[in-house]
């Protein structure tokens, strides 16, 4: 059987062209392939993002992609280098910045689309950060689409750790001050019990040995007041600890008898508004009661407030407690560390729950702190 003649012209390309186009294609992608491979090796290890994006740079261009790059960082004002990559380029004094490429580079991080100014290829990394890629020419937007997937992922699980130890930190702060306060508080209990249950109770002893042998009315009289006021401290003790009005009556009376007691106390007038319609689970009465009394304790210490109020509703399908003050206000971001700890505590019991915590404040202008939970009925 004789063959068929190939045909020729202008839009028929030889056997030995398509064959060498398929070598070529084939190549490229192995070398894609094996950059991919080698970036992702590179970047795996990396938990700093500055050197994570240095890496990736000079990977790019070790593998012949590109002759130089930078990696730049966008805010609301301008555009800064944060990492440079290795340079091949034979005079190397080309810089994406001076090229004024500020404007290409927005549009790019705008648009999120790869955006090509001259020699530069201006490739967006997530919202806020992009590659400046010089001397490629011939680089497929499926290549830069994998590397920009990759870096992407290697620099959000970079952010992810960091927040991750960031938060692991604050709750070792946090059982830090846990311990402290749960020694702090028994240093005290142990003291009331000595200085004024254990001095009552000595006194009793002493008075009622007298009035053994000849009963005394007047001394008697005296005995029993002295029982009346130990037991008025023995309940204030166990109140402290936790009321047993919380279990039995719910969030409002507990709230009502905190209140009533810092009045009695320290004189800080404190209204207390509840408007729920049922009472809530144990858990976020528990949370409540426990943040509302940590910040009118705050008020106490450091506020030098008149009055106060603490008000519980319904909001969005949640419960919100605000706790407000008349003192003399403060900077949130100039805590000082224990009362960041504080904060902290609060902000977790609420975080266990599914809450949030949020604080309003500014000196001479009182506070606000804001508690919002999920709601679960009892």
């Given at each position: 059987?004789?063959?068929?003649?190939?045909?020729?012209?202008?839009?028929?390309?030889?056997?030995?062209?398509?064959?060498?186009?398929?070598?070529?294609?084939?190549?490229?992608?192995?070398?894609?392939?094996?950059?991919?491979?080698?970036?992702?090796r590179?970047?795996?290890?990396?938990?700093?993002?500055?050197?994570?994006?240095?890496?990736?740079?000079?990977?790019?261009?070790?593998?012949?992609?590109?002759?130089?790059?930078?990696?730049?960082?966008?805010?609301?004002?301008?555009?800064?280098?944060?990492?440079v990559?290795?340079?091949d380029?034979?005079?190397?004094?080309?810089?994406?910045?001076?090229?004024?490429l500020?404007?290409?580079?927005?549009?790019?991080?705008r648009?999120?689309?790869?955006?090509?100014?001259?020699?530069?290829?201006?490739v967006?990394?997530?919202?806020?950060?992009?590659?400046?890629?010089?001397?490629?020419?011939?680089v497929?937007?499926?290549?830069?689409?994998?590397?920009v997937?990759?870096v992407?992922?290697?620099?959000?699980?970079?952010?992810?750790?960091?927040?991750?130890?960031?938060?692991?930190?604050?709750?070792?702060?946090?059982l830090?001050?846990?311990?402290?306060?749960?020694?702090?508080?028994?240093?005290?209990?142990?003291?009331?019990l000595?200085?004024?249950?254990?001095?009552s109770l000595?006194?009793?002893?002493?008075?009622?040995?007298?009035?053994?042998?000849a009963?005394?009315?007047?001394?008697?009289?005296?005995?029993?007041?002295?029982?009346?006021?130990?037991?008025?401290?023995?309940?204030?003790?166990?109140l402290?600890?936790?009321?047993?009005?919380?279990?039995?009556?719910?969030?409002?009376?507990?709230?009502?008898?905190?209140?009533?007691?810092?009045h009695?106390?320290?004189?800080?007038?404190?209204?207390v508004?509840?408007?729920?319609?049922?009472?809530?689970?144990?858990?976020?009465?528990?949370?409540?009661?426990?943040?509302?009394?940590?910040?009118?304790?705050?008020?106490v210490?450091?506020?030098?407030?008149?009055?106060?109020?603490?008000?519980?509703?319904?909001?969005?399908g949640?419960?919100?407690?605000?706790?407000?003050?008349?003192?003399?206000?403060?900077?949130?971001k100039?805590?000082?560390a224990?009362?960041?700890?504080?904060?902290?505590?609060?902000?977790?019991?609420?975080?266990?729950?599914?809450?949030?915590?949020?604080?309003?404040?500014?000196r001479?202008?009182?506070?606000?702190?804001?508690?919002?939970?999920?709601?679960?009925?009892?």
């Open positions: 059987m004789r063959a068929l003649p190939l045909r020729s012209g202008t839009h028929a390309p030889t056997l030995a062209t398509s064959r060498r186009a398929g070598v070529g294609d084939a190549a490229r992608r192995t070398h894609e392939l094996e950059t991919l491979h080698r970036l992702a590179r970047v795996a290890s990396e938990g700093e993002p500055r050197l994570l994006l240095e890496r990736a740079l000079d990977t790019l261009v070790a593998m012949g992609w590109f002759t130089c790059g930078e990696a730049l960082l966008a805010d609301d004002t301008r555009l800064a280098t944060v990492a990559g290795r340079c380029a034979v005079d190397c004094d080309a810089c994406p910045l001076r090229d004024g500020e404007e290409g580079a927005r549009e790019a991080l648009s999120g689309a790869v955006t090509h100014r001259g020699q530069w290829h201006l967006p990394i997530g919202s806020d950060a992009l590659f400046a890629l010089a001397g490629a020419e011939d497929s937007e499926s290549f830069l689409a994998a590397v997937e990759l992407d992922a290697a620099l959000k699980r970079t952010h992810l750790h960091a927040r991750l130890a960031e938060k692991e930190q604050q709750r070792s702060r946090l830090q001050a846990v311990l402290s306060a749960q020694e702090e508080e028994r240093g005290r209990i142990s003291r009331d000595h200085d004024q249950i254990g001095q000595t006194a009793l002893l002493l008075g009622l040995d007298r009035n053994l042998e009963p005394d009315p007047e001394d008697l009289a005296k005995l029993k007041e002295i029982a009346s006021i130990t037991l008025a401290d023995v309940r204030r003790i166990a402290d600890l936790r009321p047993s009005v919380l279990d039995e009556l719910g969030l409002e009376a507990a709230l009502r008898r905190f209140a009533r007691d810092t009695e106390r320290y004189g800080i007038d404190v209204r508004l509840v408007t729920l319609s049922a009472r809530l689970g144990h858990q976020e009465e528990t949370v409540l009661y426990r943040v509302a009394q940590e910040a009118l304790t705050n008020v210490r450091h506020a030098g407030a008149r009055a106060a109020s603490v008000v519980v509703t319904v909001s969005h949640g419960v919100q407690l605000v706790v407000e003050d008349d003192g003399v206000g403060f900077d949130p100039a805590l000082a224990a009362e960041q700890v504080g904060l902290m505590g609060m902000r977790e019991r609420l975080e266990l729950l599914g809450g949030s915590l949020g604080i309003e404040s500014a001479g202008e009182g506070c606000s702190l804001y508690a919002r939970l999920p709601s679960r009925r009892a």
